[in-house]
């Protein structure tokens, strides 16, 4: 079946710039996870939503970061103003609720802020 | 110190041969543990979960060790298909995955 899908899957903006991120998760995955990897770094957490609701927005790296998620299936990741250091590729990942162990990831977006 | 800590590598290792990785956590109330790996430029996939008795699927092993708060991985028989980057990934309690930043695997022919 299909897995998650994420677009664009490469983006390159300019600094000060608002960008969109966009994430398809697998059809009846409750649980959505948005994660950034920096270049040769491990992943770091963002944000995950349970259904509609986001009870976690702690890894929000600043309040240029915000995430929301719709009709239980698509999620959109917004930076406003970007600034170079955003600069990642952005990964979004789902799960069924009860086996959140078992995330499936999308091929990321990567993000290039210049 | 980091929730989650892996040797970065990179472990260069022949064809054939067996190789084991460990990774420790900082909470002795995490609950659950996994395994994922990563190619060059790719997504994260789940490798195995890790079970408190130990478990093996194919030529991987997985073990856990609660009071030394460390899990391992053992590869045996390596395949260059193997190279990979590693992760080691822990559930704290809450509803999200913390990730290590990985261990780095080349398998050479």
């Known amino acids: 079946g299909a897995g998650v899908s994420q677009s664009p899957s490469n983006k390159v903006t300019e600094k000060g710039k608002d960008v969109e991120l966009r994430c398809d998760p697998i059809s009846g995955h409750t649980a959505l996870y948005w994660y950034r990897q920096r270049l040769g770094q491990g992943l770091e957490f963002l944000i995950y939503f349970q259904g509609n609701s986001a009870p976690d927005k702690s890894g929000l790296p600043s309040d240029r970061f915000s995430a929301e998620r719709t009709g239980e299936s698509v999620s959109t990741l917004t930076i406003q103003r970007t600034q170079q250091e955003d600069s990642a590729v952005y990964l979004c990942?789902?799960?069924?609720?009860?086996?959140?162990?078992?995330?499936?990831f999308g091929p990321g977006t990567r993000l290039l802020v210049l | 110190r980091k929730e989650v800590e892996q040797d970065p590598g990179p472990f260069n290792v022949p064809e054939g041969a067996t190789v084991a990785f460990n990774c420790t956590y900082s909470?002795?109330?995490?609950?659950?543990f996994f395994w994922y790996r990563q190619d060059c430029r790719k997504e994260p996939k789940l490798l195995m979960s890790?079970?408190?008795s130990g478990n093996e699927d194919g030529r991987f092993t997985a073990q856990l060790n609660r009071a030394s708060q460390y899990i391992s991985l053992l590869i045996r028989d390596s395949k260059l298909s193997d190279s990979a980057t590693y992760l080691c990934?822990?559930?704290?309690?809450?509803?999200?995955?913390?990730f290590g930043t990985g261990t780095r695997l080349t398998i050479i022919p």
């Open positions: 890790v079970y408190s």
């Open positions: 990942a789902s799960s069924l609720w009860t086996e959140w162990g078992t995330q499936y």
């Open positions: 990934v822990v559930n704290f309690g809450n509803e999200k995955l913390t």
């Open positions: 909470n002795s109330a995490s609950q659950s």
